[in-house]
């Protein structure tokens, strides 16, 4: 979807109010204290989200100017992008390339295939229209991101299990925080609260995801839908149907 229906964002930087709209994830802490160390400053980690709080999530104008700021459409940075996620699920998780047919195929020369160009793609797009619908979360972005969770459940006869989200969470959260960190338009502060900022944009695209694919599943346990074996060989060698 375009991002022309979205209403014009100034690109600076404002201060962020002091109270929030969504304060259930956003407030502030009480009587912070100053953090001079700025690798401390930046890789603090917030965990304290639930996911019933990241799915009602909102960025305010300060945040999503953040995004704005921190994102971009070029190919070279969406590929490089694209890679480190794979690159970090890959080395983490290795059992995980067995569901990319088409890249495993290609051995340990996977990271120069073409294909693997293609997926480390396709991922990014995710996130990138993401970045571009914060203005439209709960009519467009929710349901999209639903449905690439339901679109998930007929990979379960590949490898694919529930808990695979979480390691493509932490692959989003290591490119991105790795990105931001290294952005000199920054100060420390807003590269701080880019990092978080775009930490609950990861944890919201994967929440969405994981409710889709559930929902999925239940309905297909209900139902007794199984994946016939015709359709398991027509996953595998469909290279639109490329997982995310």
């Given at each position: 979807?375009s991002?022309?229906?979205?209403?014009?964002?100034?690109?600076?930087?404002?201060?962020?109010?002091?109270k929030?709209?969504?304060?259930?994830?956003?407030?502030?802490k009480?009587?912070e204290?100053?953090?001079?160390?700025?690798?401390?400053?930046?890789?603090?980690?917030?965990?304290?989200?639930?996911e019933?709080?990241?799915?009602k999530?909102?960025?305010?104008?300060?945040e999503?100017?953040?995004?704005?700021?921190?994102?971009?459409?070029d190919f070279?940075?969406?590929y490089?992008l694209?890679?480190?996620?794979?690159t970090?699920?890959f080395?983490?998780?290795?059992q995980?390339?067995?569901?990319?047919v088409k890249?495993?195929?290609?051995?340990?020369?996977w990271r120069?295939s073409?294909?693997?160009r293609t997926?480390a793609l396709?991922?990014v797009?995710?996130?990138?229209y993401a970045?571009?619908?914060?203005y439209?979360?709960e009519?467009?972005?929710q349901?999209r991101?639903f449905?690439?969770?339901e679109n998930?459940?007929?990979?379960a006869?590949r490898?694919?299990?529930?808990e695979?989200w979480?390691?493509?969470?932490d692959?989003m959260?290591?490119?991105?925080?790795?990105h931001i960190?290294?952005t000199p338009?920054l100060?420390a502060?807003?590269r701080?609260?880019?990092?978080?900022v775009?930490r609950?944009?990861?944890h919201y695209?994967?929440?969405?995801?994981?409710?889709?694919y559930?929902?999925k599943e239940i309905?297909?346990?209900?139902?007794?839908v199984k994946t016939?074996v015709?359709?398991?060989?027509s996953?595998?060698h469909?290279?639109?149907?490329?997982i995310l």
């Amino acid at each position: 979807m375009s991002s022309s229906n979205n209403p014009p964002t100034e690109m600076v930087i404002t201060t962020e109010p002091q109270k929030q709209q969504n304060g259930a994830v956003n407030n502030e802490k009480e009587n912070e204290t100053a953090v001079t160390n700025e690798q401390e400053l930046i890789f603090r980690r917030e965990d304290d989200w639930t996911e019933e709080e990241i799915s009602k999530w909102r960025p305010n104008e300060y945040e999503r100017n953040l995004v704005n700021l921190t994102w971009s459409d070029d190919f070279d940075f969406l590929y490089e992008l694209g890679t480190t996620i794979y690159t970090y699920i890959f080395d983490h998780n290795p059992q995980a390339k067995l569901l990319f047919v088409k890249i495993h195929r290609h051995g340990d020369d996977w990271r120069q295939s073409a294909d693997f160009r293609t997926q480390a793609l396709k991922f990014v797009q995710t996130i990138s229209y993401a970045a571009k619908n914060l203005y439209h979360m709960e009519d467009c972005l929710q349901m999209r991101l639903f449905e690439i969770g339901e679109n998930h459940v007929k990979y379960a006869s590949r490898g694919f299990k529930p808990e695979y989200w979480d390691i493509f969470l932490d692959a989003m959260e290591y490119a991105l925080t790795n990105h931001i960190a290294s952005t000199p338009t920054l100060n420390a502060q807003e590269r701080a609260d880019a990092t978080r900022v775009w930490r609950q944009l990861a944890h919201y695209i994967i929440v969405h995801m994981k409710y889709g694919y559930l929902a999925k599943e239940i309905q297909n346990n209900k139902e007794g839908v199984k994946t016939s074996v015709s359709e398991t060989s027509s996953i595998k060698h469909s290279q639109s149907d490329a997982i995310l």
